[in-house]
């Protein structure tokens, strides 16, 4: 069955593969902000402690890692009609690694002990291990000719310089060898893990969701198809000079991060000007959490154009926070509750109209996700994101912050298994 050209629904992998992460995801939001709660204005004295490396881990491996393996697993078959093989093993392990991965990444910071870091390494190096062989198969098989398929390429090697990277820099955590250019390797970690991994990921996707889910004219032709590659070349040329002692470095260094910057900046800056020109004038959930995730990278990017420019300003605390913040919980965060309130509600639909059709009548859309609900927690998670960054200015904010992102988390947790378990009431009807 294809509901959209291009797209090939016959090849969906049962609902658990991707649903097993989508359900995990909220919690280590929820985890991440209990953190923020229990630590409170001194989480914010050093991006070095411990519980802001957890914090971050929970965030990024927790919340976003969960969500974009699954959904790539999921939409592998879709839009690159090629599917990952045996996906319910796959899925299984992975999930079955990986969430215990995090969890042990965030006690060996918390607990500064060697034991927890050097488990969740066997277990993260293993997990994301059988994830890249498995879809990195389904997107060697997959058409080159599909920007999306080049940019869901493009993410996986960011994945993997980004695990590379983490797992080196745990290992000073694990033998407690500490490595001298902790810094340095850090930075480098970060910018493949938010650049490579995410921000790739985010626009290939964006190629085929956006026009289709917002109902907007299709991303400009030249851009769609080079813009991934031209920004992974800008981060290893902006990587290698990275590398560089810094009286080395000229001012070309600069300029690459200013290109790169520039890049993503032109994608964000698409996205909000395609949604203006989309065919249905209402506005729904998604496309509201998808404009706020554009306004956030737009701001993010400007915060770390201002950090390159200045110095100086990379040991003021509350920039660093400023812009892992906007990153993260107004970026990343945001688009990707977006895509599950469109992919969730088809997938459970799709699962069941295949089964009940011509047996029982099947529940629409709005009534697998109600868009009060969705509606609440997004509002929730809008006021969270500004609270916590002005929090990263004065501090004190961040109990507030942490309570209305918290909320939030509670709230999509309950939205998505409200509608999982309309398809598990509903498949009982022909099981
Ligand atoms: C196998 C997976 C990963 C491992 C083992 C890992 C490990 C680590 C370790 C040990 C550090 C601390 C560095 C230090 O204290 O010297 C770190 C920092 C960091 N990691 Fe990861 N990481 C992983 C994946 C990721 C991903 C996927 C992202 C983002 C998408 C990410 C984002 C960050 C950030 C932002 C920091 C710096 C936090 C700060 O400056 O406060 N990590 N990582």
């Not at 593969?17 to 902000?33: D, E, H, K, N, T």
């Not at 910071?109 to 993260?124: D, G, I, K, N, Q």
């Not at 955590?173 to 500490?178: D, E, P, V």
């Amino acid at each position: 069955m294809s509901l959209q050209p291009g797209l090939s629904f016959d090849q969906a992998p049962p609902i658990l593969v991707p649903f097993r992460f989508f359900l995990s995801a909220p919690l280590f939001g929820l985890l991440a902000a209990l953190l923020a709660l229990w630590f409170g204005p001194a989480l914010l004295d050093s991006r070095w402690q411990p519980a802001v490396l957890a914090w971050t881990h929970l965030m990024t491996l927790g919340f976003l890692g969960m969500a974009m393996v699954g959904a790539m697993m999921q939409l592998l078959p879709v839009m690159a009609a090629s599917p990952v093989a045996h996906p319910v093993g796959v899925a299984r392990t992975v999930h079955g690694l990986l969430l215990p991965g995090v969890i042990l990444l965030v006690l060996g910071f918390l607990l500064a002990s060697h034991w927890p870091m050097r488990l969740a390494m066997a277990l993260l190096g293993t997990g994301f291990l059988v994830f890249v062989a498995a879809v990195g198969e389904s997107l060697k098989r997959a058409s080159s000719a599909n920007p999306t398929v080049v940019g869901m390429r493009f993410a996986v090697i960011g994945l993997v310089v980004t695990a590379a990277l983490g797992l080196t820099l745990a290992s000073n955590y694990g033998w407690g060898w500490w490595l001298t250019d902790r810094v340095t390797v850090t930075n480098l970690h970060l910018s493949w893990g938010f650049l490579g991994w995410v921000g790739m990921l985010v626009i290939a996707v964006s190629y085929q969701v956006v026009p289709m889910f917002q109902l907007t004219p299709a991303y400009p032709k030249m851009a769609a198809r080079w813009l991934t590659g031209a920004l992974f070349m800008l981060l290893l040329l902006w990587s290698a000079t990275r590398l560089l002692p810094e009286e080395m470095r000229d001012k070309g260094w600069l300029a690459i991060g200013l290109l790169a910057a520039a890049g993503y900046a032109g994608y964000a800056i698409t996205t909000l000007r395609l949604q203006l020109q989309r065919r249905r004038k209402q506005s729904d959930v998604t496309l509201l959490f998808w404009r706020f995730g554009m306004v956030c990278l737009l701001l993010a990017l400007a915060a770390g154009v201002m950090r390159q420019a200045m110095p100086l300003l990379v040991d003021i605390q509350g920039n660093n926070f400023a812009l892992a913040f906007l990153f993260i919980a107004g970026f990343a965060v945001s688009v990707v509750n977006g895509m599950l309130y469109k992919i969730v509600p088809f997938l459970i639909w799709f699962h069941l109209q295949s089964r009940l059709i011509g047996v029982a009548k099947v529940p629409n859309m709005k009534q697998i996700m109600p868009d009060a609900g969705m509606r609440r927690q997004m509002w929730l998670h809008f006021a969270a994101v500004p609270v916590l960054v002005f929090a990263a200015l004065w501090p004190p904010l961040i109990y507030p912050a942490a309570l209305l992102f918290g909320a939030s988390m509670v709230l999509l947790e309950w939205n998505l298994i409200s509608a999982y378990n309309v398809y598990r009431r509903n498949i009982k009807l022909v099981s």
